[in-house]
T-cell receptor, first 114, second 112 residues
Framework: GAGVSQSPSNKVTEKGKDVELRCDPISGHTALYWYRQSLGQGLEFLIYFQGNSAPDKSGLPSDRFSAERTGGSVSTLTIQRTQQEDSAVYLC????????????FGDGTRLSIL | GENVEQHPSTLSVQEGDSAVIKCTYSDSASNYFPWYKQELGKGPQLIIDIRSNVGEKKDQRIAVTLNKTAKHFSLHITETQPEDSAVYFCAARINTGNQFYFGTGTSLTVIP
């Protein structure tokens, strides 16, 4: 079946511009996560959505970062006034809403800020 | 919250040898431990997982062991092949939520 889909796969933009990254989770998965991965580094948690509950935004690094999930499915991560330190791979994952089930990751969006 | 530590950060082995990666966790409420393999330019892919009610799980050349008392779990890859070269991440999830906590990754190189 279809996996987690992220778009675009690559994004190059100038410092100060806003960017939107999209994630299509696996159908039926109620949990959706965003992570940031800098070059050669681990996974930095950003935000987590679970069904209709209020999202866990505890990992967002600044108020320039926001995310929404419409209709419990597609999610958009928005970065306003991008800075060079925002350059990274942004990964999305989804999982079913039962304990003991893994996350399934997309291949990420590689964001480069010039 | 949970804290997951992973060692070593880099590992090189000769083809055919075994590789072992170790992780420790801090919260005794963690009850689910997946392992992911990440190849260059790709997202992490689940390779094996273990739940806290078992001590070991095996899938062909890959095995995971869990010691709940010591709060550590390990990934074992036997008869390594060049295609096993990748970055491996361990993770833990607490039984009260859906948040995953990741280790910092191990870059495995299998030398032909």
């Amino acid at each position: 079946g279809a996996g987690v889909s992220q778009s675009p796969s690559n994004k190059v933009t100038e410092k100060g511009k806003d960017v939107e990254l999209r994630c299509d989770p696996i159908s039926g998965h109620t949990a959706l996560y965003w992570y940031r991965q800098s070059l050669g580094q681990g996974l930095e948690f950003l935000i987590y959505f679970q069904g209709n509950s209020a999202p866990d935004k505890s990992g967002l690094p600044s108020d320039r970062f926001s995310a929404e999930r419409t209709g419990g499915s597609v999610s958009t991560l928005t970065i306003q006034r991008t800075q060079q330190e925002d350059s990274a791979v942004y990964l999305c994952a989804s999982s079913p809403n039962f304990l003991g089930q893994p996350q399934h990751f997309g291949d990420g969006t590689r964001l480069s800020i010039l | 919250g949970e804290n997951v530590e992973q060692h070593p950060s880099t590992l090189s082995v000769q083809e055919g040898d075994s590789a072992v990666i170790k992780c420790t966790y801090s919260d005794s409420a963690s009850n689910y431990f997946p392992w992911y393999k990440q190849e260059l330019g790709k997202g992490p892919q689940l390779i094996i997982d273990i739940r806290s009610n078992v001590g070991e799980k095996k899938d062909q050349r890959i095995a995971v062991t869990l010691n709940k008392t010591a709060k550590h779990f390990s990934l074992h890859i036997t008869e390594t092949q060049p295609e096993d070269s990748a970055v491996y991440f361990c993770a833990a999830r607490i039984n009260t939520g859906n948040q995953f906590y990741f280790g910092t990754g191990t870059s495995l190189t299998v030398i032909p």
